[in-house]
Nanobody, 124 residues
Framework: EVQLQASGGGLVQAGGSLRLSCAASGFTIDDYDIGWFRQAPGKEREGVSC?????????YYLDSVKARFTISSDNAKNTVYLQMNSLKPEDTAVYYCATTHSNGCYYLRDFGVWGQGTQVTVSS
């Protein structure tokens, strides 16, 4: 079956770091672009970052996470990562990963397979 599993969330103090993982099964991620999204309570889901796995190119970073977050992929592990540094309380959210077609980043409507989210909580 085609699945994504997000993991790596947790509780961290402001200024700390976390690395989220998005492990794919049932398909190989090099055929897709993969996006990270987040949703805080009472807020709309927003795109955080997106990568073209085929060539490793970053398609998108949310303005508020630029210079702090880095998206990457490891095809041997069939996994996409989100390295999050200098975390802020406003980064607190459930983080999700999802697939889209090659060059399919930027539009929520283009994402198909979604993983279960992982909770990131950043304390002051």
């Amino acid at each position: 079956e085609v699945q994504l599993q997000a993991s790596g969330g947790g509780l961290v103090q402001a200024g700390g770091s976390l690395r989220l993982s998005c492990a794919a099964s049932g398909f190989t991620i090099d055929d897709y672009d993969i996006g990270w999204f987040r949703q805080a309570p009472g807020k709309e889901r927003e795109g955080v970052s997106c990568i073209s796995v085929r060539d490793g190119s970053t398609r998108y970073y949310l303005d508020s996470v630029k210079a702090r977050f880095t998206i990457s992929s490891d095809n041997a592990k069939n996994t996409v990562y989100l390295q999050m540094n200098s975390l802020k309380p406003e980064d607190t959210a459930v983080y999700y990963c999802a697939t889209t077609h090659s060059n399919g980043c930027y539009y929520l409507r283009d994402f198909g397979v979604w993983g279960q989210g992982t909770q990131v909580t950043v304390s002051s």
